[in-house]
């Protein structure tokens, strides 16, 4: 008999960030659990789904509406959020839309102006290994993120990306 190495967790909440402290509860608690993540990265994925939360809350689900998170873990391989939103939020956008915004704010020259926007990129875009963005047949985005498991960074506390500094002295 095979053993199945797949697990597959969806939540449903209502959009209001009251609910937040247990899926933060519930995503650190799943990683330390199931990965071989440093507290650092569990940390750091533990805000990654925190972010996609409140955009979705924020963003695309109107008060009164729920947004869906689903946890999928593949043993030993990788560890997906897939977070939905209704789009009947204040911002209705397209997946193709929302594709363009991150990669133009993924580009070194974009200058960020205000105090908020840089959780997309700067949390979910440097601490996940893939995004995708998709539109849902009833309305509203899904964006999945993946992280893969056997990465020896996870291990050690790296950052994800590395990068040298010259000194001049």
Do not use: H
């Not at 199945?4 to 519930?26: E, V």
């Not at 805000?47 to 409140?54: A, F, K, P, T």
């Not at 977070?83 to 070194?108: A, C, L, P, W, Y």
């Amino acid at each position: 008999m095979e053993e199945n190495t797949k697990t597959k967790i969806t939540i449903t909440l209502p959009t209001n960030a009251y609910f937040m402290s247990g899926i933060r509860d519930f995503t650190l608690n799943m990683i330390k659990n199931t990965t071989n993540f440093e507290e650092k990265w569990a940390f750091r994925f533990q805000s990654v789904v925190d972010e996609l939360c409140n955009n979705a809350i924020e963003y695309g689900s109107s008060p009164g509406s729920e947004i869906r998170i689903t946890f999928i873990y593949e043993k030993d391989d990788y560890l997906e959020i897939e977070v939905e939103d209704t789009g009947t939020g204040k911002n209705k956008i397209k997946s193709e839309e929302m594709k363009k915004i991150f990669d133009e704010r993924r580009e070194q020259s974009y200058q960020f102006t205000g105090i908020r926007g840089r959780g997309l990129v700067k949390i979910i875009g440097e601490w996940s290994d893939e995004i995708k963005f998709e539109d849902r047949p009833e309305g509203g985005l899904k964006v999945s993120v993946k992280k893969f498991l056997k990465d020896p960074r996870f291990k050690s506390g790296l950052p994800q990306k590395q990068e040298t500094i010259i000194l001049n002295s």
